[in-house]
């Protein structure tokens, strides 16, 4: 598969794309482990079809020491042992705020259940990187960036 544009060749994208580094920069800043943040950035990836962003995350968390259990089994995690109840109230709360158009929203039990693991700064931290991927999610696949080049770090 080839890309229907060199959307990061272009002036506007790589504009676009520093800012939204900035604010994934500014969620790394946080006191949510980075452990978290790339289940959270795979867990999106998954849902969105965004192959692009999941081969740079599960190559990155494994590249991090993420046990290859834990990476495999982000798509099972309801029913997987590997994850801490932190880790899940993140998932969970990662699914709802992707699938906005398939429900309400995110239910109160979800947000109730976060809140018991995260603080208010770590709160605004998952929110915003849910918001993140997300839109990485969206470019990507709108553009259908091809997968499976990406090397660990090559964007840092």
């Keep these: 598969m080839s890309a229907r ?7 506007v994208a790589m504009k676009v794309a520093k800012y ?3 604010a994934g920069r500014a969620v790394a800043d946080s006191t949510v482990p980075e452990a978290t943040l790339e289940l959270v950035r795979i867990r999106a990836s998954q849902i969105n079809g965004c192959g692009f962003c999941l081969d740079m995350h599960t190559k990155d ?9 834990r990476i495999n089994l982000v798509g099972a995690w309801r029913e997987a042992t590997v994850y801490t109840e932190a880790e899940r109230a993140a998932l969970e709360l990662t699914e709802e705020g992707t699938r906005l158009a398939d429900g309400a929203g995110v239910s109160d039990a979800t947000w109730a259940n976060a809140a018991k693991h995260f603080d208010e700064e770590q709160l605004a931290a998952l929110v915003a990187m849910i918001a993140v991927i997300n839109t990485y999610n969206r470019l990507n696949v709108i553009t259908q960036q091809p997968a499976g080049d990406y090397v660990p770090g090559q964007f840092a």
Excluded: C, K, P, V
């Design 20 to 22: 939204l580094n900035s």
């Design 5 to 11: 544009i060199d959307f990061y060749g272009s002036d």
């Design 61 to 69: 968390a494994a590249a991090a020491g993420e046990t290859q259990q």
